[in-house]
């Protein structure tokens, strides 16, 4: 198409698609949605069911690999998983060298690209053997990177991984162990955590997956594709919405003053965090889900008074006309914010549990991407809208 031009001058037939709101930029048998009718399903699988059943391990696998583990393939992945936990003690001298109060994001986008130095032999990405021991390494110590990013901010020391935990359990364990007791959480929040793994495990294009589709074409090794993907992720239009929504209910305070909030919404003055979706039109599946892992952990920690008031304006928004309208509902991040709160976890850590979930989806899609034979380097067109031809002015007439 490119080559129909009207002419010399026309840079041919093309797309003019800024977003990629209507242009699909690769194959893949990975994650299904339908927006309208909220559908969310991976390798097929409804995320109910996922939710309901399986553990944030056996859906990664699933995600990954296309398939449900047998017992003996789940028990290897959670073996080798867990046997790969640990970093390198340089990785740990690299984050302590961060100042005391950096972000855990920027620190986990430089620690997961610094893993690249620490294997080279990733860049080997043509050995599906290699690919899968690269795979493994990265979903593992993304929860130790996380939580020792957390426990820079609070300049405590870092915990080393208990491999004697499950995976969410050893990642709570590296977060919050205070002593040299064995540490335990209660079952009932491990599993929650475990659910809201797996609910942000894959969501096909999003910004953060593009970007590691994007980077990976160019056949780099799959940490420094997926540093990138945590880089599109700590941008507060993609990962930052739980934490304006917990921001937002703090400032609403009450339900008594919910009604002059949404007329303010109304009035155009600021938007309803957690509330609407580029692809949800009708409603979030996660939202659902959510809502009753809010249920599970309060019943353990106490229910906030903000569950209240988010309860009360998800009533008031979903029977208001505006709202109705522009098929606004509950997206992912309205209660998501409140259960991590209720957990103990501060707002900026909210985008590194995100990224936790995310890895096996980005992973999945680089691995995809990596053995598609018809995906090229990324290299979208642009339209050139700046001057041609000018004639170079010296500087001693310039200046
Ligand atoms: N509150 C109030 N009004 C809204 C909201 C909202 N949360 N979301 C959209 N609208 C209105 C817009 O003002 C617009 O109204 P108009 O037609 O009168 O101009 C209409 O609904 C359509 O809005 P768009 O911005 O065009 O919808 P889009 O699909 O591009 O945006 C988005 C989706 C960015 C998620 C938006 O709904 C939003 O800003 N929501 C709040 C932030 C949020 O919760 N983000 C998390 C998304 S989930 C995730 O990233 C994991």
């Not at 992945?77 to 984050?95: A, D, L, P, Q, S």
């Not at 700046?386 to 002015?393: M, P, W």
Request: hydrophobic fraction near 40%.
């Amino acid at each position: 198409l490119g080559k129909i031009k009207a002419s010399d001058e026309d840079p041919g037939l093309c797309t003019y698609d800024p977003g990629f709101t209507n242009t699909a930029s690769c194959k893949s048998s990975i994650t299904y949605i339908d927006g309208d009718k909220g559908i969310l399903e991976y390798r097929g699988y409804p995320i109910e069911q996922l939710a309901e059943q399986s553990t944030f391990l056996e859906v990664a696998y699933l995600v990954v690999y296309g398939e449900l583990p047998t017992k003996e393939q789940y028990d290897a992945w959670v073996h080798e998983i867990t046997y790969h936990t640990f970093v390198h003690e340089n990785v740990k001298g690299f984050m302590q060298g961060f100042r005391y109060d950096a972000h855990p994001m920027g620190m986990l986008m430089a620690s997961v690209g610094a893993l690249s130095t620490f294997y080279p032999d990733a860049r080997n990405i043509h050995d599906a053997d290699n690919r899968h021991m690269q795979i493994v390494r990265m979903i593992a110590k993304m929860p130790t990177l996380g939580a020792w990013a957390f426990r820079h901010a609070q300049g405590k020391p870092y915990v080393y991984p208990d491999n004697e935990l499950s995976y969410t359990e050893n990642f709570l364990a590296m977060l919050f162990k205070m002593s040299e007791l064995k540490f335990s959480a209660d079952p009932r929040l491990v599993r929650a955590l475990d659910v809201l793994l797996i609910l942000h495990a894959d969501h096909e294009q999003n910004c953060s997956t593009n970007a590691v589709r994007s980077v990976g074409s160019s056949q780099v090794d799959p940490y420094s594709a997926v540093a990138a993907g945590v880089g599109a992720l700590y941008g507060p239009l993609h990962g930052g919405a739980n934490e304006a929504v917990l921001k937002m209910l703090k400032r609403i305070g009450t339900v008594d003053n919910i009604p002059a909030f949404i007329e303010g919404v109304k009035a155009g003055n600021e938007r309803l965090m957690g509330f609407g979706h580029r692809v949800y039109k009708n409603f979030d599946p996660r939202a659902k889900i959510i809502k009753k892992a809010c249920d599970d952990v309060f019943e353990v920690t106490g229910v906030n008074p903000l569950l209240q008031v988010a309860q009360e304006l998800e009533r008031i928004a979903l029977e208001d006309e505006y709202f109705v309208k522009r098929k606004l509902y509950p997206n992912v991040d309205f209660y998501s914010g409140l259960i991590y709160e209720a957990l103990q976890f501060p707002p900026e850590m909210f985008t590194v549990l995100f990224a936790i979930g995310r890895a096996p989806g980005w992973l999945a899609q680089w691995n995809e991407l990596i053995q598609d034979k018809e995906q090229k380097i990324a290299r979208p067109k642009q339209i050139y809208t700046g001057d041609r031809t000018l004639t170079f002015v010296p500087r001693e007439e310039r200046w």
